[in-house]
Structure formats: structure tokens, C-alpha cells
């Protein structure tokens, strides 16, 4: 990244660039500037002591639904017009942020004839495109207008299109690419046993004919294991008061303090579960009953009872999950780490790191497979005292993974990489993609 400040300018500008990469009508760019920084400078002010965070939708309000789907479902987005557009500006952003909502609601956004912002209105049910982005669902839903942008902090404003990140402002850094650890690379490496160890507990509770042993059901229910982990992680950002996760082969007193000593299991049985019951399920859909035919087959009354009592254990098992991941996530705001082994077993919290051996080097890793050529030396005292513990434990025990989570929201990863300590920063946790994460055929 260049050492030059970037500004919202430079955030528009890379918002057009991508207009066109992608063949899309794009707005004269002084347009973008404008609803850029007005959405910057309302972020830098409050409202009754509380910060500006609100989420825009640049939609025409002429057209807001060009293509409309045959058959919408209940929960699809709809656009609610204001009796008066509203001049898109700071003092009346910081007016009515609050009846909108990162989780549930967006402004409509849209230049009038002579090219000045308004907020048109609002697009309702915001809540399937918050669950899919955070890892709490799986069936991506329909996306409304040109491009979509939050303010989510001081200074941070990160705009989407559909479900990629296309850049995010952090006051004065701009971030182009997110670094996705954990498809490959070292991080996903030493996640592999645990995630091994998860699949073959999985199929040990299945019959063989019904655990299909192809790459897509074992990268399916990979991807499960892999975003319980980033859920937690998402959960420590959103309590704000910072957090460390430490997952460690093995526990020596001579390392770390464990107070709070404990074995809770729960993460990795509620997953297998879940897993199981979902493959039981699908199989019974589509190999038994013939669900997923043009012609349904006729099926037994204790087939469709049996069906129903599965999508219930299936509703049960992901309240399981989302409390499991609370309750972890919660155990972060006691001082000190929380400690888990491979499998994602928390082994105890407020965890004190005992070792005072400062690292030999560190290195910042600008891709997710820290290529040594990539590599960017960095000092270890420009980090704050979680940080700097953390390197010392991951370079004194190689295989351990330490995830940092700042109190502003940043996450970085550390391990060692042979004679390396390796640290990755703008790690991505959410789903940034346009493929789906559909359940396998």
C-alpha cells in the first residue's frame, strides 16, 4: 500500500474504475466524489454523543426493481419512497442515520436531473444480505441498485457490489483487496488436522452410501468448520472491546497462565451435529423422497414426518451454533486470551502469556500465502501490549495460530513460518464473493 493519505476521492475513483470493469453505466464521477464524501464527513460527526453509522444503496428511484423475480419471496427487499426526497448532506445524514440500520434498512441514494444527491427513500429487509456477509446463512439473496456502501465507524466507509468488497476508506488508508486465509495458504495448513479430524467424526455417525466422499460435500461442511472460527472472530469486532484467540496444540504451564480452566466442547459437537443431520436430510430429499424432481414422488406419511422432525433438529442446531459462538466470543472480554486445541475445544480463558522472549523478526505477509518475496519486515514495539504477547507465545511454538482483534475492529493473524514470525493483516472474515454457498448436489 502507498504511504500517501487517501481520501474519498480516491475511493470514488477506484468505485468507477470498477463500473467499468464490470460493464456497468457509470455516473459521472464527480457524483460518486460527492456521495462519497458526504458520507465520509457525516461519519466523522455524532448524534447525541453517538457516532454516524448508516448503510446507502445507489438505486435509481425512477426504476427501483427493473426485473423483478416471477415468483419473490416473502422476505425479498422492497423500496419505500419519502413524500419529499431529501437533500443528500451531512446535517441531514446526521439527522436520520437512526432510521436506518447496517442489519436491516438502507438510504436510496440518486442524483436528480441536475446532478444532486438526494435520499429518496429506503430499502427494507436488509437482514438476509447481513446474515449471508457475517457467515450466519448460506442461500445468498437478491442485491438491490448499482452498488451498495456502509458507514461502519470513524472514518471507515466500505462499498459492495453484490457481494465483493470493492474497497474500503479507513480514515485515510484505502483497502483494495482482502486477504482470504483461510482457502490456502500456511493458516489454512495448520487448521487441516482439526478440520480433518471434524470430517472423519462426521462420517463416522453416517452410513457409507450416504456420506458421498466427493470434494464438494467435504468442502461444503469445511467451509462450516471454517466459518464457526470467523463468526467468533466477527462477534469480538462487534463487542469492541478487543479480544485474542489462541489456538495451540498443547498447554504448558511453563507458557501460559490458564485462571479460568475449562473444557467446553460444545463448538465442535453442536458442528458435527448439524452436519450429520443436514446430510440425512438432504439425502432423504433427493434420494429417497425425490424432492428435487420435476415430479415429486408420493411419499408415506412417516417420510414426511420424519423429513419435518430433521428440518426441526436442523433449526435447533443453528440456535446451538449461535449461542455456542456468543458464549466463546463473550469469554474474550475478560483480560487475558482465549485458549482453544485444533479441534476447537476452549481449553480455559483469561489466559496470561508467561513467556518474555521477544521475537527474532516479524514479518507483515501481503498475500495470503506469505510468499517470501511479498514479506514486509515490521517492528515489533509498534504494537500494543496483546499483540506483542501474542508474537512472543506464536514464535516460541510453532503450529499455533494467535488471532488479535483490536478494539477498533482490526483483526490480524500471526504464526511461525520456519525461522519467520508471520503476521497477516485485513484478513477476511466475511463471505466477499459472488458465488453462493450452496449445499451440494
Same mark, same amino acid.
Request: overall charge neutral.
Given at each position: ?31 460518486? /466524489? =460527492? ?9 466523522? *460527526?455524532?448524534? +447525541?454523543? %453517538? $457516532? ?70 429506503? /430499502? =427494507? ?9 457475517? *457467515?450466519?446463512? +448460506?442461500? %445468498? $439473496? ?71 466422499? =466427493? ?227
Amino acid at each position: 500500500m502507498s504511504g500517501t493519505n487517501k481520501t474519498p476521492r480516491h475511493l470514488a475513483e477506484t468505485v468507477c474504475s470498477e463500473l467499468r470493469k464490470r460493464r456497468t453505466a457509470v455516473p459521472d464521477e464527480k457524483i460518486i /466524489v =460527492d456521495l462519497m464524501e458526504t458520507m465520509y464527513y457525516s461519519s466523522l *460527526r455524532t448524534e +447525541e454523543s %453517538e $457516532p454516524v453509522i448508516f448503510h446507502m444503496v445507489y438505486l435509481d428511484p425512477g426504476q427501483p426493481d427493473p426485473k423483478p423475480p416471477r415468483n419473490p419471496v416473502r422476505d425479498r427487499w422492497s423500496y419505500i419512497p419519502f413524500a419529499e426526497p431529501i437533500p443528500f448532506s451531512v446535517s441531514n445524514v446526521v439527522k436520520i442515520a437512526k432510521s436506518t440500520d447496517l442489519r436491516t434498512s438502507s438510504f436510496v441514494i440518486w442524483p436528480d436531473k441536475e446532478d444532486h444527491l438526494f435520499i429518496w427513500g429506503l /430499502v =427494507d429487509q436488509q437482514n438476509p444480505f447481513h446474515k449471508f456477509l457475517n *457467515r450466519s446463512a +448460506e442461500i %445468498e $439473496p437478491e442485491r438491490p441498485g448499482i452498488f451498495q456502501a456502509s458507514v461502519e465507524g470513524i472514518g471507515n466507509i466500505v462499498v459492495y457490489m453484490r457481494y465483493e468488497k470493492v474497497a474500503e476508506l479507513r480514515v485515510n488508508e484505502l483497502i483494495r483487496f482482502s486477504l482470504d486465509i483461510f482457502r490456502e495458504g500456511p493458516i489454512r495448513d495448520l487448521l487441516a488436522p482439526g478440520i480433518k479430524r471434524y470430517l472423519q467424526e462426521v462420517r463416522s455417525h453416517l452410513p457409507d452410501d450416504i456420506y458421498m466422499t =466427493d470434494a464438494g460435500m467435504d468442502e461444503f461442511h469445511t467451509q462450516q468448520w471454517i466459518s464457526a472460527l470467523c463468526r467468533i472472530l466477527l462477534r469480538i469486532q462487534k463487542i469492541k472491546n478487543g479480544g485474542a484467540l489462541l489456538i495451540t496444540p498443547a498447554i504448558d504451564p511453563a507458557d501460559l497462565n490458564v485462571k479460568y480452566g475449562i473444557n467446553y466442547d460444545r463448538l465442535p459437537t453442536s458442528l458435527q451435529s448439524n452436519a450429520v443431520t443436514k446430510i440425512k436430510s438432504d439425502y432423504l430429499e433427493e434420494h429417497l423422497l425425490g424432492l428435487t424432481e420435476s415430479k415429486p414422488k408420493e411419499i408415506l406419511s412417516s417420510q414426511y414426518f420424519q423429513l419435518r422432525r430433521m428440518e426441526k433438529d436442523l433449526r435447533a442446531n443453528k440456535n446451538e451454533i449461535d449461542g455456542v459462538i456468543w458464549f466463546i466470543a463473550l469469554l474474550t472480554r475478560v483480560d487475558g486470551l482465549v485458549a482453544m486445541d485444533p479441534d476447537l475445544v476452549v481449553k480455559g480463558y483469561g489466559v496470561e502469556i508467561k513467556n518474555w522472549q521477544e521475537p527474532d523478526n516479524l514479518f507483515i505477509a501481503t498475500d495470503r500465502l506469505a510468499t517470501p518475496a511479498k514479506l514486509r519486515p515490521a517492528a515489533y514495539n509498534h504494537f500494543g501490549t496483546r499483540h506483542r504477547s501474542m508474537m512472543r507465545y506464536c514464535s516460541q511454538n510453532p503450529g499455533s495460530v494467535g488471532f488479535v482483534v483490536s478494539q477498533d475492529g482490526e483483526v490480524r493473524v500471526m504464526t511461525m513460518m520456519e525461522e519467520r514470525l508471520v503476521m497477516w493483516e485485513n484478513i477476511r472474515l466475511k463471505y466477499y464473493s459472488y458465488a453462493a454457498k450452496k449445499k451440494p448436489a
